[in-house]
């Protein structure tokens, strides 16, 4: 992509409420866009001190999914909801392994996506890895965008990562039938990695803090919905799980042993598909 076929929207960047990919950018790197984003992240923290934790899990997990897909052969990537840029974004970590990866990034979030394509262009990266300005709740949107058609080779798999985006996508959106549009476009051979924020399982006073929190986010631009571990598990309707299934994101194919102590440690859900 050359610096003449960058588009951004023409809409403005909203700071008088945060979004919940600046929000995760603050927790995993301390950083505010906007003042917003602090109030209502350190409103986060009040609630649940360990937000940090689940953004660097969550994160831990995208890379560890990237590396797997990469030693199945996959070399192209698309990233939907990948946030504002940090350490170890997706193309970083599949050519640290194969230098000729090819990546597209999604987000809705302008910021992420300027911040995006000022990181790839300073980087030299962007002849092989993009940004759009798109949403997962219009996929056809994403796939049929002529940089992705570009970039991408349609006839190979195609590694597909939804990390900590589904819990912004409110059920109005039909996240199973958004899923299956995905998935049968995907070739024969390409896998998906996503996550999932819940609830499930937890002590009624964890869940009584997730409730806080999700009426935080209600004042956001991007609410947030919990789902349980069978909703999750049928967002992988056609795919075939990778051992070891559904876990805990630190769980899923730990670079060393697990802290189940961790207090983040039981709030998403995380998993690997591959499709047949």
């Known amino acids: 992509m050359s610096d003449n076929e960058f588009e951004s929207q023409p809409r403005e960047i909203d700071a008088s409420r945060p979004s919940s990919a ?11 866009v906007f003042e917003i984003d602090k109030i209502f992240a350190e409103r986060i923290f009040e609630i649940a ?3 940090d934790l689940f953004a660097h899990n969550n994160r831990s997990f995208l890379q560890r ?12 990537f698309l990233d939907i909801g990948s946030g504002l840029p940090t350490v170890g974004n997706t193309h970083e970590v599949a050519r640290s392994v194969l230098p000729g990866a090819r990546v597209v ?10 911040r995006s394509h000022e990181l790839l262009s ?15 709740r219009r996929p056809e949107a994403i796939l049929d965008h002529p940089t992705t058609r570009r970039l991408l080779d349609w006839d190979q798999p195609i590694g597909l990562l939804l990390c900590s985006v589904w ?37 009624q006073a964890t869940i009584d803090r997730g409730d806080e929190v999700t009426d935080v986010y209600a004042k ?14 049928a967002l992988f309707d056609g795919f075939e799980f990778v051992e070891p299934g559904i876990v805990y994101a630190p769980e899923w194919h730990p670079d060393g042993p697990v802290d189940t102590e961790d207090a983040s440690f039981d709030s998403n859900l995380a998993a690997v598909g591959h499709k047949p």
């Open 167 to 203: 819990p912004f996508v409110p059920d109005e959106y039909q996240p199973r039938k958004v899923m299956a549009t995905l998935r049968d476009r995907l070739p024969s051979g390409s896998y998906v990695a996503m996550t999932h924020a819940t609830t499930d399982g937890l002590d």
């Open 65 to 76: 999914a990237v590396k797997y897909m990469v030693g199945q052969g996959i070399q192209q």
């Open 22 to 32: 600046r929000l995760y950018h603050y927790y995993l790197s301390g950083e505010a």
């Open 105 to 114: 990034y999604v987000d809705n979030d302008l910021e992420a996506v300027n």
């Open 122 to 136: 300073a980087q030299g990266a962007l002849d092989t890895t993009a940004i759009l300005d798109a949403d997962l």
């Open 220 to 233: 956001t631009s991007d609410p947030l919905t919990y789902r349980s571990r069978a909703e999750f598990g």
């Open 49 to 51: 001190p360990y937000a």
